[in-house]
């Protein structure tokens, strides 16, 4: 079982819809959580970043955290065009003297069609 | 957040030969990471880079391989060494900044070998 899992889509949705990604974890040392947005050929962008539990809002965009279901959400509000990319969840654990790597889900393929 | 920049964004290579990347950080960075990433999977860590000692490798990963250089605080390299067609991938080179939880990364090299 992967550590961090992601379904890759892709996920179709009109312009105008709200949108909600997903991953699911297996360790529950991990306390650091984010989103990155991928266009195509482009290097990751880090979009939404979270420690522990609960909600951030950015905009459009709101990230949840449960960790007692071991689940994260991105939620993007009024998608648009321009949403259209793969989006990556990443985690990790707490500090504990180093630094503890990013586990990255394999990203979900997202279409916003107008 | 940090700028960085990366080079080539692309290559078409032979097999048996080598390519190495550059990736150039517009400020100091004590941490720099060298990442894979292959069609449908997740990001995987090759590498981190520290200025003033040897780069350490994560599991599957060897220096005489993939070996890195790491002269300054701005700049390091990947070398791909006798390439396979399994080496085909996007590169990314990524660094941590604005705290010990947030990873930038560059736009990728996108390596396709013959």
Redesign the interface.
């Given at each position: 079982q992967?550590e961090?899992e992601q379904d890759?889509g892709p996920l179709s949705v009109p312009e105008g819809a709200i949108v909600s990604l997903n991953c699911t974890y297996s360790n529950s040392a991990f306390q650091?959580f984010?989103w990155?947005r991928q266009y195509s050929?482009?290097?990751?962008?880090?979009l939404m970043?979270t420690?522990s539990s609960g909600n951030k809002e950015d905009g459009r965009f709101t990230a949840q955290v449960d960790k007692s279901s071991k689940y994260i959400s991105l939620f993007i509000r009024d998608s648009q065009p321009s949403d259209s990319a793969t989006y990556?969840c990443?985690m990790?654990e707490g500090?504990s003297g180093g630094?503890n790597?990013?586990?990255?889900?394999?990203?979900t393929r997202l279409a916003v069609h107008p | 957040?940090a700028v960085?920049s990366?080079k080539p964004?692309r290559d078409i290579c032979q097999r048996g030969t080598s390519l190495t990347i550059q990736c150039q950080v517009d400020s100091q960075v004590t941490?720099m990471?060298w990442y894979r990433q292959q069609p449908?999977?997740?990001?995987t860590?090759i590498a981190?880079a520290n200025q003033g000692s040897e780069a350490t490798y994560e599991s599957g990963f060897v220096i005489d391989k993939f070996p890195i250089s790491r002269p300054n605080l701005t700049f390091s390299t990947l070398t791909v060494s006798n390439m396979s067609p399994e080496d085909s991938s996007i590169y990314?080179c990524?660094v941590?900044s604005g705290g010990?939880?947030?990873?930038?990364?560059?736009?990728?090299t996108?390596l396709s070998v013959l």
């Amino acid at each position: 079982q992967k550590e961090v899992e992601q379904d890759p889509g892709p996920l179709s949705v009109p312009e105008g819809a709200i949108v909600s990604l997903n991953c699911t974890y297996s360790n529950s040392a991990f306390q650091y959580f984010m989103w990155y947005r991928q266009y195509s050929r482009k290097g990751p962008e880090l979009l939404m970043y979270t420690y522990s539990s609960g909600n951030k809002e950015d905009g459009r965009f709101t990230a949840q955290v449960d960790k007692s279901s071991k689940y994260i959400s991105l939620f993007i509000r009024d998608s648009q065009p321009s949403d259209s990319a793969t989006y990556l969840c990443a985690m990790k654990e707490g500090f504990s003297g180093g630094y503890n790597k990013l586990i990255f889900g394999a990203g979900t393929r997202l279409a916003v069609h107008p | 957040s940090a700028v960085i920049s990366q080079k080539p964004s692309r290559d078409i290579c032979q097999r048996g030969t080598s390519l190495t990347i550059q990736c150039q950080v517009d400020s100091q960075v004590t941490m720099m990471f060298w990442y894979r990433q292959q069609p449908g999977q997740s990001l995987t860590l090759i590498a981190t880079a520290n200025q003033g000692s040897e780069a350490t490798y994560e599991s599957g990963f060897v220096i005489d391989k993939f070996p890195i250089s790491r002269p300054n605080l701005t700049f390091s390299t990947l070398t791909v060494s006798n390439m396979s067609p399994e080496d085909s991938s996007i590169y990314l080179c990524s660094v941590v900044s604005g705290g010990n939880e947030k990873l930038f990364f560059g736009s990728g090299t996108q390596l396709s070998v013959l």
